[in-house]
């Protein structure tokens, strides 16, 4: 059963960083290509960025290219997110999730089922 915890929101000034971190257990984590999405308050979920298995392959939404970098390192079963040059308009819930199936690794492929508890993070003007 695969398990993800999020951690390393918090609230910061427009201009400012963050560094997000993700641990999975109960699914072979480096078999899986890794997201993250987010929710805005009283919007949709929006996908930001996808690495693939090894790690060497990543994407990233228009909205924060340039300025997030994912990472992962599957010694520690651990996805990242780094957050530079925050933007109020990124304030939402942040949320890792893994492909729904090993085979998987578009911008859509996601399991939502996967994803925790989410992090907060808060960017003010």
């Known amino acids: 059963q695969v398990q993800l915890v999020e951690s390393g929101g918090g609230s910061v000034q427009a201009g400012g960083s963050l560094r997000l971190s993700c641990t999975g257990s109960?699914?072979?984590?480096?078999?899986?290509?890794l997201y993250w999405v987010r929710q805005a308050p009283g919007k949709g979920l929006e996908w930001v960025s996808l690495?693939?298995?090894?790690?060497?392959?990543?994407y990233y939404s228009d909205s924060v290219k340039g300025r997030f970098t994912i990472a992962r390192d599957n010694a520690k079963n651990t996805l990242y997110l780094q957050m530079n040059s925050l933007k109020p308009e990124d304030t939402a819930r942040y949320y890792c999730?893994?492909?729904?199936?090993?085979?998987?690794?578009?911008?859509?492929?996601?399991?939502?089922?996967?994803r925790g508890q989410g992090t907060q993070v808060t960017v003010s003007s």
């Open positions: 109960g699914f072979t984590f480096s078999s899986y290509c």
């Open positions: 690495i693939n298995r090894g790690g060497g392959t990543t």
């Open positions: 999730a893994a492909a729904r199936d090993p085979l998987y690794c578009l911008t859509s492929q996601y399991d939502l089922n996967s």
